[in-house]
Nanobody, 115 residues
Framework: QVQLVESGGGLVQAGGSLRPSCAAS????????MGWFRQAPGKEREFVAS????????SYADSVKGRFTISRDNAKKTVYLQMNSLKPEDTATYYC????????WGQGTQVTVSS
């Protein structure tokens, strides 16, 4: 069983920055690819970014490339999402994800970007 706890969301003006984080339980954090997804009201959950086990490879949705950076600290069992140049359309609940025989999700952290 894996538990994920997100934090670090908030309210920010357009052009601002936030850095949500996701803390994982268990001893096998470094074995798994970690990801961030988001879901805006009335929309489906969508992929934002992922990072390989060592952190050497990352992948991003086109909508956030060049503005968001995913990173991880395996010693702290934490994954981060540095979000810069935020836009109102980035407003959503952001979820941490890991696949270990099935998908595990955190409770989400709300990000609201005002225009």
């Amino acid at each position: 069983q894996v538990q994920l706890v997100e934090s670090g969301g908030g309210l920010v003006q357009a052009g601002g920055s936030l850095r949500p984080s996701c803390a994982a339980s268990g001893d096998t954090f470094s074995r798994y690819v970690m990801g961030w997804f988001r879901q805006a009201p009335g929309k489906e959950r969508e992929f934002v970014a992922s990072i390989s086990r060592s952190g050497g490879r990352t992948s991003y949705a086109d909508s956030v490339k060049g503005r968001f950076t995913i990173s991880r600290d395996n010693a702290k069992k934490t994954v981060y999402l540095q979000m810069n140049s935020l836009k109102p359309e980035d407003t959503a609940t952001y979820y941490c994800n890991v696949y270990v025989e099935k998908d595990f999700w955190g409770q989400g952290t709300q990000v609201t970007v005002s225009s």
